[in-house]
């Protein structure tokens, strides 16, 4: 009878089943499942309005210095459905993908001064049907503060104009 001696590098539980999987963002089949054509055009035109308010935003009231997190979820390791969250000190906004592949955005506003002009642009197609207000805990400033103090200093821009 043969002896089977566990290799002290690999064990064997490791080898069949690896503990680190790497995971599949919920956006890349979303954009590449062709059996889906219109979701995937409903989903392009939600993230291009997506980025024309931000566009909006850094280009009309960015006046005096103004601190936010801008990061592109898509390419990171954190999580299946972030594609991308821009965050000011009055001004929350975030695009997911969810499980069924339809993009999403959640929102949140502190004393903004822009809010009206904001809630304007989400009342236009296709933002009007994906756009859900977002409630912070334990408030607005709280959060504000650990994103800034707790994310990598690369994605933390100053803007002095």
Avoid at 1 to 19: D, F, V
Avoid at 51 to 59: A, E, F, G, L, P
Avoid at 94 to 122: G, S
Avoid at 141 to 150: H, L, S, T
């Amino acid at each position: 009878m043969k002896e089977l001696k566990a290799n002290i590098e690999t064990p064997i539980i490791n080898t069949h089943y690896p503990t680190k999987r790497k995971t599949h963002k919920y956006w890349t089949s979303a954009m590449t499942s062709s059996q889906f054509k219109q979701k995937k055009m409903h989903n392009e035109n939600i993230e291009t309005s997506y980025h024309n308010v931000i566009d909006y935003v850094r280009k009309n009231h960015f006046r005096q210095v103004e601190i936010f997190f801008n990061l592109d979820h898509k390419t990171g390791i954190d999580g299946v459905t972030g594609m991308h969250s821009f965050i000011t000190s009055s001004f929350y906004w975030r695009l997911d993908c969810t499980l069924l592949r339809d993009y999403e955005i959640t929102y949140a506003f502190n004393n903004c001064p822009y809010e009206a002009e904001i809630r304007a642009l989400m009342r236009a197609y296709p933002l009007d049907r994906v756009t859900t207000a977002k409630e912070m805990t334990p408030d607005y400033d709280a959060f504000f503060k650990a994103v800034i103090d707790i994310q990598i200093a690369e994605y933390n821009y100053e803007v002095d104009l």
